[in-house]
Every structure is written in C-alpha cells, then in structure tokens.
C-alpha cells in the first residue's frame, strides 16, 4: 500500500508528551496498538514535513 492508496481501515490517532519527556503517537486500530515515541526535535521535524505536506496537498486542490 502506498501514500496515494485509499483505504478502509479507520484508525485512532492521540499525541501527547510522556511523562519521560518524549512525545508520543500513538494510533489503534482493529486491536492492533501502536505507540510511537520521538524526542521533541524529532517530534518538531515530523510536525514540519506534516506542514509542508499539507502546504503541498493545498496546491493540488486549490
């Protein structure tokens, strides 16, 4: 399955801070638990490649 693959599968999505100072993704879906854990430059270099993935998806519709 690729990025532009649409999909059925519903997921829940959570992030927040751990109390170890990390922060953490966590997605569950159908039973299947994924915790994810980044320190917060990592946390602040995933944030910028979502905003520029979203700056990208804008000129593709807009």
Known sequence: MG???ESE????????PTDEGMVRIFIES?????PMDFD???AEE??????AAAQ???S???
Do not use: K
């Not at 599968?9 to 927040?16: K, P, S, T, V, Y």
């Not at 995933?46 to 905003?51: C, K, L, W």
């Open 3 to 5: 990025i532009n693959t």
């Open 9 to 16: 599968i519903e997921a829940n999505l959570q992030i927040g």
């Open 30 to 34: 159908q039973g299947i638990e994924v």
């Open 40 to 42: 917060p430059e990592e």
């Open 46 to 51: 995933i944030a910028e490649e979502i905003r």
């Open 56 to 58: 990208a998806a804008r």
């Open 60 to 62: 593709v519709t807009g």
